[in-house]
């Protein structure tokens, strides 16, 4: 150390201040301005990317938020179409019943009746048989009972006795 005392030269250290001076003045204006500048322009670009991402962020909430609404509408359309569906097919079902159970009526009713004018038509033929018969009977026994006129009276009278005056 004293042989740094014993060097020391007031101009030299002088003339190296001066030279510090200078080449701080030089670094100030020429490479320090610049280094401060590109350093804002990178702390502004960081700001502007960050600030960038944000708003990124945000609209991806915006478009998840919006895509989830989208996907519950699409849902429930598809659940009240599902619905409308199981409605429709629920009424076809029971119209469907409806008209064949009016058609089997029908069709009962139609049978229904149609025996009933068989049954009418048969009881008539019927009727008209056993009348052509009685009368056939009838015929064959008045011929044979008037025939001979001792039966004829004795009939006769056999009626008579039947029957009441009132």
Do not use: C, H, Y
Not at 3 to 29: C, E, H, P, Y
């Amino acid at each position: 150390m004293e042989t740094l005392l014993n060097d020391f030269s007031v101009g030299l250290f002088a003339m190296q201040a001066i030279v510090l001076l200078i080449v701080i003045l030089l670094m100030r204006k020429f490479a320090w301005k610049p280094i401060l500048d590109a350093l804002q322009d990178r702390e502004d670009g960081i700001q502007e990317a960050l600030e960038s991402a944000d708003k990124a962020k945000l609209e991806m909430q915006n478009l998840k938020a919006s895509n989830e609404k989208l996907l519950q509408d699409a849902r429930m359309e598809r659940d009240a179409m599902l619905k409308e569906a199981r409605d429709m097919k629920a009424e076809m079902i029971s119209t469907a019943k409806t008209e064949a159970q009016q058609q089997a009526d029908a069709m009962i009713s139609q049978a229904q009746e149609a025996i009933e004018l068989e049954k009418k038509a048969a009881i008539a033929e019927l009727k008209a048989q056993m009348a052509a018969l009685s009368i056939n009977i009838a015929e064959k026994v008045v011929r044979e009972e008037l025939s001979n006129k001792d039966k004829q009276m004795k009939l006769v009278e056999s009626m008579l006795s039947e029957t009441t005056l009132n």
